[in-house]
């Protein structure tokens, strides 16, 4: 079946060091991938998106690598910061223009 | 430029009645989506509007409607108001085939 799923739920890391947050999908056809970052209270706010001929983009602090082999993608923050800490849902985008999200994975910085 | 915002924040409702949301999307945008987000779960889709016509549905029951109007504005609507329908609502928009960008997210409770 379809799915976009994420290995770990939850995510603690220590101020300043790098974060990876990580996303499973299973349906070959997606072809559009984004991240969203959400803070309690608020809506899903656009970090960084990727189409399936990339493996990699860039953005500030941010980094999302795509590996179409395992159907995987993952989200890097550099330097994460005490702001960062929110929700992280990655969304599959099919072509038609309907996103199916995951659960999400809490991150948590340490001071 | 504003974002995409949404009205009310907050509701309140019993079981049976009946509730309407309203979004206004960013400027530029024509294309409407609208998602529930239930607590501690990822946005699920209900539909997307488009030159004013439904363009795409998730899977919901026909309780909930919608619209759009020649602004691009939308509307959700949703009848006989059930517990389970207590979550956030969002609205995206985007200018198609581009990123959705979301809304600040309508809380409704039904009791």
Redesign the interface.
């Known amino acids: 079946g379809e799915s976009v799923g994420l290995h770990l739920p939850t995510l603690s890391v220590q101020e300043g060091d790098n974060s990876i947050i990580n996303c499973a999908y299973s349906n070959s056809a997606s072809d559009y991938f984004i991240w969203y970052k959400q803070e309690s209270g608020k809506g899903p706010q656009f970090i960084i998106d990727i189409r399936s001929n990339m493996d990699k983009r860039q953005g500030q602090r941010v980094t999302v690598l795509l590996n179409k082999t395992v159907k995987h993608l993952s989200l890097q923050i550099a330097a994460t910061q005490p702001g960062d800490s929110a929700v992280y849902f990655c969304a599959e985008n099919k072509g038609d223009e309907k996103l199916t999200f995951g659960t999400g994975t809490r991150l948590t910085i340490i001071p | 430029d504003a974002g ?1 915002t949404q009205s009310p924040t907050h509701l309140i409702k019993t079981r049976g009645q009946q509730v309407t949301l309203r979004c206004s999307p960013k400027s530029g945008h024509d ?1 409407v ?1 609208w ?1 529930q987000q239930a607590l ?6 209900i539909f ?1 509007y488009y030159e004013e016509e439904e ?2 549905r ?1 899977n919901f029951p026909d309780r909930f409607s919608g619209h759009q109007f020649p602004n691009y504005s939308s509307e959700l609507n949703v009848n006989a108001l059930l517990l389970g329908d207590s979550a956030l609502y ?1 609205c ?1 928009s ?1 200018s ?2 581009d ?7 309508t809380r409704l409770t039904v009791l």
Not at chain 2, 99 to 105: D, N
């Open positions: 995409v294309t989506s998602y501690g779960q990822g946005p699920q889709f997307q363009r795409q998730g969002l995206a985007s198609e085939p990123t959705q960008y979301f809304g600040p997210g």
